[in-house]
């Protein structure tokens, strides 16, 4: 497959992206632009999907006018049309596969139905330090937890996974549960920075586990008895709470990670995914994984939350591959799509 230009849409969700990547040697990402509806959905204290769909609309035209101007690219040139299919919000995904493949007929161009897990997974690959195939990859993203054997692309192994609610999840929950507003995961991080290491004591569920899977509904509950225990919180005691529920949860990731990678015999750990921005998780990880020789590979903070670059690029690498079937311009979205159906 000669190098393409790929134009990469994401609309999962709650941030619109739009980017162009050149698979070209000295090419790679030219340009991406996002708009995230987080103060829209503030109001709310969560995502509303009709208000997140309805968004998607006015953004995606300003956005691609944008990444145009940016690389200095013309519709033309484009090779390619990658988007997001899924997991995600139905009217929201629809939005951006529709402009996708209405788009990809005027310009008479292939399309490729990107999973939304397969971006955050392939997105350390953006770096200026990206890891090399094979690796494991731990990936925590929005609903999901799950660690991986990637050997290629589209080579995906599932190791362990969450039984019930992801670790993102379980941080919107507790951070809810402590008053914090809308995102809760990265407010109740900033909270924790604040807090006493080892004031409040929480269980690290599955910790010692035979197996790679996780489970964080328990330590959720364990924050909502300890809260009620404690009664009416004051500012210390809440940074309190949060720091205890942010070193069980970063305790338990860490751990299972870097088992992966030893009972796999591979050197390499890639951890994608938003939850993969989190300072505390990230020192513990390359602090334990430098005391094994463990190389531990991160996307940019740009690239941990909902981008198109990662679709741009996971489009790309699917061309390479030879992975992307013919386009019948008959679509679907897929709001629920395990990674493995992706292969």
Not at 176 to 203: E, I, T
Request: hydrophobic residues 45%.
């Amino acid at each position: 497959m000669p190098p393409m230009l790929v134009l990469g849409i994401e609309s999962s969700c709650d941030e619109t992206g739009v980017a162009l990547y050149d698979s070209a040697g000295d090419g790679g990402l030219l340009a991406n632009a996002l708009y995230s509806q987080v103060r829209m959905h503030a109001e709310y204290g969560g995502v509303v999907p009709e208000l997140a769909s309805r968004d998607h609309i006015s953004r995606l035209v300003p956005l691609l006018r944008q990444v145009l101007a940016a690389s200095g690219c013309s519709l033309a040139r484009i090779d390619a049309i990658a988007y997001t299919q899924g997991p995600g919000l139905a009217g929201a995904l629809l939005v951006g596969a529709a402009f996708a493949e209405a788009l990809a007929t005027a310009l008479a161009v292939p399309t490729v139905p990107v999973h939304h897990l397969e971006g955050h997974l392939l997105s350390p690959l953006l770096s200026a330090r990206p890891p090399r195939f094979p690796f494991v990859a731990l990936l925590v993203s929005g609903g999901h937890s799950q660690l991986m054997r990637v050997t290629g692309v589209g080579e995906y192994e599932l190791l362990g996974e969450t039984l019930d609610d992801a670790a993102g999840e379980a941080f919107d929950k507790t951070a809810k549960l402590l008053g914090l507003g809308y995102p809760g995961g990265p407010a109740l991080a900033a909270l924790a920075d604040s807090g006493r290491p080892g004031r409040v004591k929480l269980p690290r569920p599955m910790l010692r586990s035979a197996n790679l899977d996780f489970s964080f509904s328990g330590l959720k509950t364990a924050v909502l008895t300890r809260v009620r225990e404690l009664g009416t919180l004051d500012d210390e005691q809440r940074a309190d709470v949060a720091c205890g529920f942010q070193e069980a949860i970063v305790e338990v990731l860490v751990s299972k990670a870097l088992r992966a990678v030893r009972t796999s015999g591979l050197r390499q750990l890639v951890v994608a995914g938003g939850v993969g921005a989190n300072r505390e998780l990230r020192r513990q990880l390359d602090a334990r994984a430098a005391r094994s020789r463990i190389d531990v590979f991160y996307p940019e903070l740009e690239f941990c939350t909902d981008n198109g670059a990662m679709i741009a690029l996971a489009g790309a690498l699917r061309l390479e591959a030879g992975l992307v079937g013919k386009t019948a311009r008959a679509f679907a979205v897929r709001p629920r799509w395990p990674l493995s159906g992706a292969l």
